[in-house]
């Protein structure tokens, strides 16, 4: 009689560990996330709101929640170096924002999680559309004469605003700072009397904090 009480029991412990992992898996978890239409970096028109939107691959039936936050951008040594701080946005806990009326370079992030624990993020640059383009005038590329300066140009253009530049001195170490050349602040940069190979960089904003990067090297010819 004990036989079959002990067997018994062993089997409704086996039925529950069974239903419990049954509920688990149905449970399901998060598998794969990403920006709605595969695009992380929308431009739209000045002031004019953007749609953004995540879509989230599940397995089973997964208890998915999302928060939005929106980032505030510090630079550091100009616009060379910056970092992006994000804060919650209260009542963004869809899988969808529309974000206010666009008049700079703003920055967003959605958290995903699932029941289980697990967390992901997709983050989101909104942009002015100020068909902001920037190029080199000439090669990128300059040998000179040792002790001889080069002549380094950019040129750029946009739809609306004005544009800023600032030439920088790229530091040899890549885990150094680049320095910012004071006064060079024009299209333009003519550079003191080189000694050896130097690389140089032109960043060009506009007004909306859309940015082009356009690196320099200048070689020695010594032919």
Excluded at 132 to 149: D, F, I, M
Excluded at 197 to 215: A, G, P, R, S
Aim: one cysteine or more.
């Amino acid at each position: 009689m004990k036989k079959h009480i002990l067997t018994a029991a062993v089997s409704v412990l086996l039925l529950c560990m069974l239903l419990a992992c049954t509920a688990l898996a149905d449970d399901g978890t998060i598998i794969n996330v990403a920006p709605a239409g595969g695009n992380d970096t929308l431009y739209v028109q000045l002031n004019q709101s953007a749609d953004l939107a995540v879509e989230v691959e599940t397995s089973g039936d997964a208890v998915v929640s999302y928060q939005w936050y929106e980032g505030e951008k510090t630079y550091y040594n100009y616009t060379r170096s910056y970092s992006i701080n994000y804060s919650e946005i209260e009542g963004a806990v869809s899988s969808s924002l529309v974000t206010n009326p666009v008049t700079t370079a703003e920055y967003y992030m959605c958290s995903i999680a699932d029941s289980s624990g697990s967390s992901w993020n997709v983050y989101f640059n909104v942009c002015v559309d100020n068909q902001l383009s920037a190029t080199h005038v000439g090669e990128y590329r300059t040998y000179v004469t040792p002790g001889e300066s080069a002549s380094l140009e950019v040129y750029a253009s946009c739809s609306s605003g004005s544009l800023s530049y600032q030439w920088f001195q790229c530091a040899d170490d890549p885990d150094e700072d680049d320095v910012a050349i004071v006064g060079a602040v024009s299209s333009s940069y003519e550079t003191e009397a080189c000694t050896s190979f130097t690389q140089y960089l032109c960043i060009v904003k506009d007004e909306y904090d859309n940015t082009k990067y356009l690196n320099f090297e200048v070689g020695m010819d010594n032919q």
